[in-house]
T-cell receptor, first 113, second 112 residues
């Protein structure tokens, strides 16, 4: 059984640029959730995708967008990067049922200069 | 909306002594509660999960947590700390929707 994987591991961008982060869900899982973890804080929910449709969103602006593919892998896109977007971005997969355990990937460390 | 408060930002124990990490939650419904651990430069790993079954939940690596509805608490304990337990621990609440609310985390230090 393959766990959740994310790419790239690290990324450095400059303010105003756009970035795409990728996530492959655990085998058999049809739901992917994205979180932002700023330094010294707990993860904050960005949004969730279930069977290629957005299935809930946290308090993040529209420049944070996502996509889920038929194989249930997912992308997180962030436009017009700001310095405060510097964080660890975590992807988690689950079976999609409400309250199901989410399994996390190792994260992508994004630095915005 | 649900929320979580982890009462200690940092806990330090000696190897072989008990561990107690405290968590209080707020929820309008019967929540699911989780504890996750995050080692440096690693992803979050599930320690245990409560979903309205037994109030005492046993997890991996000797950890357990007790759900106390009257106190709205879900404290994490371990009888004997090991050096490898040093990490960041997160308490999480979910009301059965897709929004899992994380606490701010408790850093556990284990002294030899």
């Amino acid at each position: 059984e393959t766990g959740v994987t994310q790419s790239p591991t690290h990324l450095i961008k400059t303010r105003g640029q756009q970035v795409t982060l990728r996530c492959s869900s655990q085998s058999g899982h049809n739901t992917v959730s994205w979180y932002q973890q700023a330094l010294g804080q707990g993860p904050q929910f960005i949004f969730q995708y279930y069977r290629e449709e957005e299935n809930g969103r946290g308090n993040f602006p529209p420049r944070f967008s996502g996509l889920q593919f038929p194989n249930y892998s997912s992308e997180l896109n962030v436009n017009a990067l700001e310095l405060d977007d510097s964080a660890l971005y975590l992807c988690a997969s689950s079976l999609g049922r409400a309250g199901d355990t989410q399994y996390f990937g190792p994260g992508t460390r994004l630095t915005v200069l | 909306a649900q929320s979580v408060t982890q009462l200690d930002s940092h806990v330090s124990v000696s190897e072989g002594t008990p561990v107690l990490l405290r968590c209080n939650y707020s929820s309008s419904y019967s929540p699911s509660l989780f504890w996750y651990v995050q080692h440096p430069n690693k992803g979050l790993q599930l320690l245990l999960k409560y979903t309205s079954a037994a109030t005492l939940v046993k997890g991996i690596n000797g950890f357990e947590a007790e759900f106390k509805k009257s106190e709205t608490s879900f404290h994490l304990t371990k009888p004997s700390a090991h050096m490898s337990d040093a990490a960041e621990y997160f308490c999480v609440v979910s009301e059965g929707n897709n929004d899992m609310r994380f606490g701010a985390g408790t850093r556990l230090t284990v002294k030899p």
